[in-house]
Nanobody, 119 residues
Framework: QVQLVESGGGLVQAGGSLRLSCAAS????????MGWFRQAPGKEREFVGR????????AYADSVKGRFTISRDNAKNTVYLQMNNLRPEDTAVYYC????????????WGQGTQVTVSS
């Protein structure tokens, strides 16, 4: 049974930083692409970024490019989302997700962690 547990959310002022962590109980963690998504109140869930299982390459939504950085530590079965220069519009519940090898859909999701950015 795969479990993903996010942590690190909280309240921060605009311009501040937070680092989210996602601990995964996956035996073959290195075989999973790990993604971060977010959902703001009244909005649909949106893609934030991902780190590939294949080569560790990353991709980001335009709205966070240059401010957010995703990294992974396969030895710790953990993926991170470093968020800098936060803006009020980054306020959302942030979710990590995992998909196996070249699977198109993300198979597993965490419970989410709240990030609130005050102006």
């Amino acid at each position: 049974q795969v479990q993903l547990v996010e942590s690190g959310g909280g309240l921060v002022q605009a311009g501040g930083s937070l680092r989210l962590s996602c601990a995964a109980s996956i035996r073959t963690f290195s075989s999973y692409t790990m993604g971060w998504f977010r959902q703001a109140p009244g909005k649909e869930r949106e893609f934030v970024g991902r780190v590939s299982w294949r080569d560790g390459s990353t991709a980001y939504a335009d709205s966070v490019k240059g401010r957010f950085t995703i990294s992974r530590d396969n030895a710790k079965n953990t993926v991170y989302l470093q968020m800098n220069n936060l803006r009020p519009e980054d306020t959302a519940v942030y979710y990590c997700a995992a998909k196996y090898f070249t699977t198109i859909q993300y198979n597993y999701w965490g419970q989410g962690t709240q990030v609130t950015v005050s102006s």
